[in-house]
């Protein structure tokens, strides 16, 4: 287990310099140091510090039963690190934590993953936990289930934050809970409630309890447990909706049943509350175990409706982008800040939308609303409203389309062609904006895919081949991906159609497409110098990737006359649209569950 043990240490801790016991490690010592670790030798207890510009931490394992003493005096030669790896499977939790706060080292705020939870009872801590040197008092620095509890909530609302997002933390363990968010996510800041003086500790920006120095519509994601409300419930929830921008969100709970009238006891209550500000999206069920209970405990998301038996009301819930319709200009995305220089045109989003906060709760993969039915809904709304030949309508038929397309309804998909039709008619002209022309590329593809759901295979090959000569270098190379697909599955028909030299013109094309979108220019497009936009390299690899599956079928098309299912088992090595493929084996899957 040596190799998977070092990289889940790295993947903690990233590279650094570790002590450890070569001798008793060796393996585990050779793992880490392929993976640019420096493993060196534990230290004696009474040497001289280890000096080390960067992180230096410590690997003890301590698997034999012990007293505290033993184990106070195993840690001693690591008291000059940053960090501790202990491997403790089976030993008393009890014992270990004591002796570990008592010589000075706490939780890390990183060491534990919603993932993790189950995997801290009230008498052991998990195979390997990560600790480092104490900072302040806090939940990180408490014993037992009860503090693990805590952190399982705030890691849990850490999986919400998107890129670049600033956080606001309030309630119950804000110092801890703003730790963990920046150990666990990509958020680009954190602020703190700190109710009084004594609250001001842990580093970072603070506001006071009312939120009177944060501006209106400042803030991108709010996290807020047991938040102390001093007039009442409904005052906060406005103050939340005061400060968040419109494609924020919130992630609040409590405990149930802590006697505090005006606020909700009930999920009906709670949810009824929130959505006079809010969209509310899904709940978190938090299984929990007393003090002295090793029984089973985990945290979990489900669909806002779902009923459950949990003693937490945690819901997350969007801001309303619709809110944000005439009001672009404070829109700016923080994973693409105006403040780094003139954005890339396929980043410039406060330019392309009439309401540039649909962007993150609409279109986004990975950041838009979770809830199906809202998000849908959302869609529905944005069509309804918006300039027939804006991006805005534009993207609000896609995740349309695609969300019929994964429904499997061919009934559904026949009104949305219609305003696929619609849009990507429309006469072009020299100053149509970059991404309206990326939307009528993607809806041609969808359109491909969804006359081929209605079995209208003829319309299907048309709308393909629409996509696959379209001009995706008006927009970004990065598009090609859709011209490339297009032009892969209109070849697939032909095929079954049996034209296997138009099938072979089509694959030709995909391969011609890639080498050309490759050669692209592409300084402009990745950002500004030193700081390269991080998606586009990767994206600009599934182009490539996308390219050679139609060039691997150019190169066995000789087996298609000999045996078809041969040829196309050397082709179909890739998906296209893996994302898409991801979630309807997931749905499918659900579906065979729950009959």
């Given amino acids: 287990m040596s190799i998977q043990n070092a990289s889940a240490i790295v993947q903690r801790l990233g590279p650094c310099r570790i002590a450890l016991d070569r001798t008793a490690h060796a393996e585990l010592a050779r793992e880490l140091a392929l993976m640019g670790c420096e493993p060196v030798d534990v230290p004696e207890a009474g040497g001289a510090p280890m000096k080390h510009r960067g992180t230096t931490a410590g690997f003890l394992a301590w698997t034999d039963a012990i007293t505290g003493s033993d184990f106070a005096r195993a840690l001693r030669p690591f008291r000059q690190m940053d960090l501790l790896v202990l491997q403790s499977a ?9 002796t570990l706060f008592d010589a000075g080292w706490q939780r890390h705020p990183g060491g534990m993953t919603t993932g993790d939870y189950s995997c801290w009872t009230a008498d ?5 936990s990560l600790w480092q040197r104490a900072k302040h008092k806090g939940s990180l620095l408490q014993r ?33 809970g703003a730790a963990i968010i920046m150990a666990l996510s990509r958020a680009g800041s954190t602020v703190r409630v700190a109710k009084d003086k004594g609250q001001r500790h842990g580093g970072g920006e603070t506001v006071d309890a009312g939120l009177a120095r944060l501006a209106d519509q400042s803030i991108d994601l709010i996290v807020a447990f047991e938040p102390a409300v001093k007039t009442d419930w409904a005052s906060r929830l406005d103050d939340y909706s005061r400060v968040l921008k419109h494609d924020g969100r919130v992630v609040i709970g409590w405990k149930q049943g802590r006697g505090e009238a005006d606020r909700p006891d ?6 009824d509350a929130m959505s006079e500000h809010f969209l509310p999206e899904t709940r978190y069920v938090q299984i929990a175990v007393s003090p002295n209970s090793a029984g089973p405990h ?6 806002a409706e779902q009923p459950a038996a949990t003693d937490w009301l945690i819901m997350v819930a969007s801001a309303n982008p619709l809110v944000g319709a005439g009001q672009p ?4 995305n923080p994973a693409f800040p105006a403040a780094k220089g003139p954005l890339p045109g396929l980043v410039d989003f406060g330019a392309a939308y009439d309401n540039p906060w649909l962007y993150r709760s609409m279109v986004q993969m990975g950041e838009r609303l979770t809830h199906e039915v809202k998000l849908a809904r959302l869609a529905e709304c944005v ?48 100053d149509t904006p970059v991404h309206v022309r990326r939307w009528r590329i993607s809806l041609a593809f969808l359109a491909g895919r969804l006359n081929e759901l209605i079995e209208d295979r003829e ?18 190379p990065l598009l090609a991906t859709k011209t490339i697909a297009a032009s892969f599955y209109e070849a697939r028909i032909h095929l079954a159609d049996g034209d296997p030299q138009t099938a072979l013109a089509c694959f030709r094309h995909g391969a011609d497409t890639a080498l050309k979108a490759a050669a692209f220019p592409h300084d402009q497009q990745m950002g500004a110098d030193g700081e390269p936009l991080p998606f586009y390299l990767q994206e600009l690899a599934e182009v490539i990737d996308m390219g050679s599956q139609c060039a691997n079928a150019l190169a066995h098309f000789p087996l298609w006359q000999r045996d078809p299912g041969l040829f196309w088992r050397q082709v179909d090595v890739r998906r296209f649209g893996l994302a898409s493929w991801a979630r309807d084996l997931e749905r499918e899957n659900a579906q065979l569950r729950a009959a």
Avoid at 266 to 271: I, N, P, T, Y
């Fill in 298 to 303: 985990a945290i979990f998301a489900v669909e």
């Fill in 329 to 332: 200009g404070g829109y700016d």
């Fill in 144 to 176: 037992g289930v009860e503090a693990d509890a805590l952190i399982a909530r705030y890691a849990a609302a850490a999986n919400h934050v998107r890129p670049g997002d600033r956080v606001l933390v309030d309630g119950a363990g804000s110092t801890d």
């Fill in 459 to 476: 319309a299907a090959k048309r709308w393909y081949r629409e996509a696959a000569q379209a001009d995706w270098a008006d927009f970004s």
């Fill in 90 to 98: 089976g030993q008393d939790r009890r014992t270990l934590e004591r």
């Fill in 124 to 128: 052991m801590l998990p195979g390997a």
């Fill in 266 to 271: 009930s999920w009906d209550g709670f949810s």
């Fill in 383 to 430: 069509i309804e409203d918006s300039r027939e030949e804006s991006a805005d309508r534009g993207a609000a038929i896609a995740v349309l389309g695609y969300r019929i397309l994964e429904m499997r309804r061919p009934d559904l998909a026949m009104a949305v062609l219609p305003m696929i039709h619609g849009y990507a008619g429309r006469p072009m002209a020299d």
